[in-house]
T-cell receptor
Framework: DQQVKQNSPSLSVQEGRISILNCDYTNSMFDYFLWYKKYPAEGPTFLISISSIKDKNEDGRFTVFLNKSAKHLSLHIVPSQPGDSAVYFCAFSGGYQKVTFGTGTKLQVIP | KAGVTQTPRYLIKTRGQQVTLSCSPISGHRSVSWYQQTPGQGLQFLFEYFSETQRNKGNFPGRFSGRQFSNSRSEMNVSTLELGDSALYLC????????????FGQGTRLTVV
């Protein structure tokens, strides 16, 4: 069962513009939502998270939005930079439960 | 502080063989989770160990097994390898497992021929 879906396998964005990555989930028991970034030949690294009691969290150029009624999570990167080119995974957690990852979206920021 | 260490980084095995992968978590972390990454499938959860006990398990066949030692190091074993087991295997450590943020190793790239 695919509880987490990232429907866009890839995304290309011009440098300086906004990158929007999306994630849909089905399990309403998740209470923490995370984004990870992964470069080739490296493990994923934590980027930003949001708890289920919030609808927005910002950290510099990165903002995560949570729409619980739509079961939708998004990551905005503004402005996008070439160094942001990577695979982005959304992930969901329920405390001691396993962290469930999406299939990933490959972001390419074009200089 | 050292990060999560996975060995070996690369491995080539033949169908039918078995393989053991190793993961040393960050010092002080007691939770180790294993994931399989394949193209188009994202990171699929295999299992999580905490204080030498398997606490969570994903939907993988019994050929996939693991264990954790008293020093929190973990091993993952895959028996009777199949071509479809070719993947990047990642382990992630958390201090207690209650935290949301996990720290990943660089992974072991397993190729089954």
């Amino acid at each position: 069962d695919q509880q987490v879906k990232q429907n866009s396998p890839s995304l290309s964005v011009q440098e300086g513009r906004i990158s929007i990555l999306n994630c849909d989930y089905t399990n309403s028991m998740f209470d923490y939502f995370l984004w990870y970034k992964k470069y080739p030949a490296e493990g994923p690294t934590f980027l930003i998270s949001i708890s289920s009691i919030k609808d927005k969290n910002e950290d510099g150029r990165f903002t995560v939005f949570l729409n619980k009624s739509a079961k939708h999570l998004s990551l905005h990167i503004v402005p996008s930079q070439p160094g942001d080119s990577a695979v982005y995974f959304c992930a969901f957690s329920g405390g001691y439960q396993k962290v469930t990852f999406g299939t990933g979206t490959k972001l390419q920021v074009i200089p | 502080k050292a990060g999560v260490t996975q060995t070996p980084r690369y491995l080539i095995k033949t169908r039918g063989q078995q393989v053991t992968l190793s993961c040393s978590p960050i010092s002080g972390h007691r939770s180790v989770s294993w994931y399989q990454q394949t193209p188009g499938q994202g990171l699929q959860f295999l299992f999580e160990y905490f204080s030498e006990t398997q606490r969570n398990k994903g939907n993988f066949p019994g050929r996939f097994s693991g264990r954790q030692f008293s020093n929190s190091r973990s091993e993952m074993n895959v028996s009777t390898l199949e071509l479809g087991d070719s993947a990047l295997y990642l382990c992630a450590s958390r201090r207690s497992g209650e935290e949301t943020e996990a720290f990943f190793g660089q992974g072991t790239r397993l190729t089954v021929v």
